[in-house]
T-cell receptor
Framework: TQLLEQSPQFLSIQEGENLTVYCNSSSVFSSLQWYRQEPGEGPVLLVTVVTGGEVKKLKRLTFQFGDARKDSSLHITAAQPGDTGLYLCAGAKAGANSKLTFGKGITLSVRP | NAGVTQTPKFQVLKTGQSMTLQCAQDMNHEYMSWYRQDPGMGLRLIHYSVGAGITDQGEVPNGYNVSRSTTEDFPLRLLSAAPSQTSVYFC????????????FGQGTRLTVV
């Protein structure tokens, strides 16, 4: 059973378009992270959200944590080819030794 | 600041061979983990450690051993390689528990023939 479901799995858009992708779960997480991974590299953290309803912005990227802390969304405004990559969400439950659970990822391709 | 360093970057093994994937971090992080990444499967946790001398199993531990003799190093051992272990392996470290930022190495692409 995949605890974190990411959708859509693949997305190909034109430069300048807006997009929203999702990370959903039936479980409650104490925090949720978004990572971006480029080919041949390890994932790199974009943001961590910890409070239900929290919204964080990172330049053209807007992240939201659901009120019930079960889901999250990532909105990209005016996508650029440099946004191309694999976007992974990862959730951590309460507890010092809680394991980080990753979704399967969303492959985004932004065409010039 | 090197961060998390994994070696080797690429490796081809024959079925039944054993090998050790190396992982070292220079950030004095207590928490270290090993993941494997397969197409369409995301990152799956193999083993993790919350500090020197302490290790525990993750989601897919079978066929792998780990040890944590120092804070810096967390090697992953394949006891008898199988084609099902063909994957990209990532080591990660974080300052505290899983809710804090995980820093990943560049990965080891392993092929078992």
């Amino acid at each position: 059973t995949q605890l974190l479901e990411q959708s859509p799995q693949f997305l190909s858009i034109q430069e300048g378009e807006n997009l929203t992708v999702y990370c959903n779960s039936s479980s409650v997480f104490s925090s949720l992270q978004w990572y971006r991974q480029e080919p041949g590299e390890g994932p790199v953290l974009l943001v961590t959200v910890v409070t239900g309803g929290e919204v964080k912005k990172l330049k053209r990227l807007t992240f939201q944590f659901g009120d019930a802390r079960k889901d999250s969304s990532l909105h990209i405004t005016a996508a650029q080819p440099g946004d191309t990559g694999l976007y992974l969400c990862a959730g951590a439950k309460a507890g010092a030794n809680s394991k980080l659970t990753f979704g399967k990822g969303i492959t985004l391709s932004v065409r010039p | 600041n090197a961060g998390v360093t994994q070696t080797p970057k690429f490796q081809v093994l024959k079925t039944g061979q054993s090998m050790t994937l190396q992982c070292a971090q220079d950030m004095n992080h207590e928490y270290m983990s090993w993941y494997r990444q397969d197409p369409g499967m995301g990152l799956r946790l193999i083993h993790y450690s919350v500090g020197a001398g302490i290790t525990d199993q993750g989601e897919v531990p079978n066929g792998y051993n780990v040890s944590r003799s120092t804070t810096e190093d967390f090697p992953l051992r394949l006891l008898s390689a199988a084609p099902s272990q063909t994957s990209v392996y990532f080591c990660a470290s974080s300052y505290q528990g899983q809710g804090t930022e995980a820093f990943f190495g560049q990965g080891t692409r392993l092929t078992v023939v």
